[in-house]
């Protein structure tokens, strides 16, 4: 080995750095590692008070709005029959046909029910918990999202009143929470001082479900990882089968939750334009080729 050749291999076997995106680390053993420490390289994690706190903050808001738009019956009504004809005029399913599949036996829809009534909540609590201490980067990201779904649903629920299918008698559709139980709702939906049952679009159950199962996906690396989206598909059959939410709530959650991804993207993920361009500069340039002196061919 000549002394132009020497710099040239150890340049070919020496790991290439990731880009600025992949955190500027080396590939290989150092890879994961800060830079002139030990440990492996971590996100540093939100100040847990100010979280918790912001997270209140944010629910106690949510409830705030939801309430304001109570004592708007005759309008929520009103809204839910020209819901139901619309489905109906552009050919959606009819919510009946998927609440029959349900209504086979009490316990299945016992079960629907309190899937309805407590997995909500405390799933996406879990959600971020777990995203807050396994992997900061993506909390901070699934949290603004999660703000931003909800932000545009509460304006939609002040906007748009809509009394839900289980409230509507022209569909014929069984309110099952109250036949069956258990139920988070007051019997007489003007007076009930906990929930604004006048707010079933979009649905806020099947827009996080959708978050928490897309935010899981991109946080892991796991092959059985897309299973997550059995969460939102199952979210999505017991509120439409406990005649709790239309069509179009799940529909209009689905969009609000697109328009957010679409400002807001994962960590680690850069705009389609800056991966052309960067993929256009590494192929565009090409690997230096060594030459060896005549005296040294063989």
């Known amino acids: 080995m000549n002394a132009r050749t020497g710099p040239d291999l150890r340049r070919r076997l020496t790991p290439a750095r990731r880009t600025r995106d992949d955190a500027s680390v080396p590939d290989g053993p150092a890879a994961g590692r800060i830079p002139g420490g030990g440990g492996p390289a971590r996100s540093p994690r939100p100040p847990l008070m100010r979280e918790l706190g912001l997270v209140v903050a944010l ?27 619309l489905e109906r005029d552009v050919h959606l399913p009819s919510e009946a046909g998927i609440q029959h599949l349900l209504l086979h036996g009490d316990t299945l829809v016992h079960i629907a ?9 405390p799933a996406t609590i879990l959600f971020l918990a777990w995203l807050y201490w396994r992997r900061p980067r993506h909390y901070v990201w699934a949290r603004r999202v999660l703000t931003a779904v909800t932000g545009g649903a509460l304006v939609l629920h002040l906007l748009v009143p809509l009394a839900p299918p289980r409230m509507l008698a022209l569909t014929g559709l069984v ?22 049952q006048f707010a079933a679009m979009p649905s806020l159950h ?18 059985g990882r897309w299973l997550w989206l059995l969460h939102p598909l199952v979210t ?61 061919r063989r």
């Open 59 to 85: 629910f106690l808001l949510y409830k705030l709005g939801r309430q304001l738009a109570r004592g708007r019956t005759g309008e929520a009504m009103d809204n839910a029959r020209s819901v139901w004809h």
């Open 113 to 121: 029910n309190t899937y309805y009534a407590a997995v909500h909540f």
């Open 175 to 196: 309110d099952t929470a109250r036949v069956y139980g258990p139920s988070v709702y007051g019997s007489d939906p003007a007076a009930d001082g906990l929930e604004n």
């Open 206 to 223: 099947f827009g996080w479900a959708l978050v928490l199962a897309l935010g899981l996906i991109a946080a892991t690396r796991a092959r």
């Open 236 to 296: 999505l059959f017991v509120i439409i089968a406990t005649a709790n939410h239309y069509w179009l709530d799940t529909l209009v959650a689905a969009a609000l939750v697109a328009v957010a991804l679409a400002f807001l993207r994962p960590p680690g993920t850069a705009p389609r334009g800056t991966r052309l361009v960067a993929r256009g500069r590494t192929h565009g340039r090409r690997e230096p080729r060594s030459r060896q002196p005549a005296g040294d």
